[in-house]
């Protein structure tokens, strides 16, 4: 199985992450969880990051900026948001991604081309996501803004891992599970 990883890191400003194979030896916690049809996130470039909550530059409509889930890092400006319903999450054990625990992910087949199309924009640096920066949505919140280190990330599972060097704790990665499957 192919299978990419987005890292949750929103250390400094917001997180960047890199794309792998999700770890072969890593041990599921249970079975995975079967998401219901309301599960999704949103994905939506970042276009400009560390802008101040408080405080922004009158060129930025603030429609278009939205809070992280750190309420000590900085807001982000971003772009036109693609909601994805997801088909699967599960937490395992993330063994050789260095990340003591991942969130590994699977997009409904309907919803493949255009998560795609944003994965795209940002590993190819296009102009709607010239950061490479995708954050991740949900109830309007940003819960990460990953590096996308490569194309066509939806088309198999892929791996959301915490930031930092010690990633999630079990606890943080069941929590975003749940929360995504509201």
Do not use: H, K, Y
């Not at 987005?6 to 998401?35: F, V």
């Not at 807001?75 to 991942?102: F, K, N, Q, S």
């Amino acid at each position: 199985m192919r299978a990419a990883a987005l890292g949750l890191g929103l250390a400094a400003a917001l997180g960047l992450a890199s794309c792998s194979a999700p770890p072969d030896t890593a041990d599921t916690i249970g079975p995975a969880t079967t998401l219901p049809p309301q599960a999704s996130i949103a994905l939506r470039p970042v276009v400009r990051q560390a802008l101040p909550c408080d405080e922004l530059p009158s060129e930025v409509d603030p429609s278009s900026v939205l809070p992280n889930e750190d309420p000590e890092l900085a807001c982000a400006e971003v772009g036109a948001a693609e909601g994805i319903d997801l088909a699967r999450a599960e937490v395992i054990e993330g063994g050789a991604m260095g990340a003591e625990w991942v969130i590994e992910v699977e997009v409904a087949d309907d919803d493949r081309v255009a998560a795609n199309e944003q994965f795209n924009a940002c590993a190819d640096l296009e102009e709607s996501c010239a950061t490479g920066l995708l954050a991740i949505v949900v109830d309007d919140t940003i819960i990460s803004a990953p590096q996308v280190d490569g194309r066509d990330l939806a088309d198999e599972s892929f791996v959301i891992n915490g930031g930092g060097t010690d990633g999630f704790s079990r606890s943080e990665a069941e929590d975003l599970v749940d929360r995504i499957s509201r």
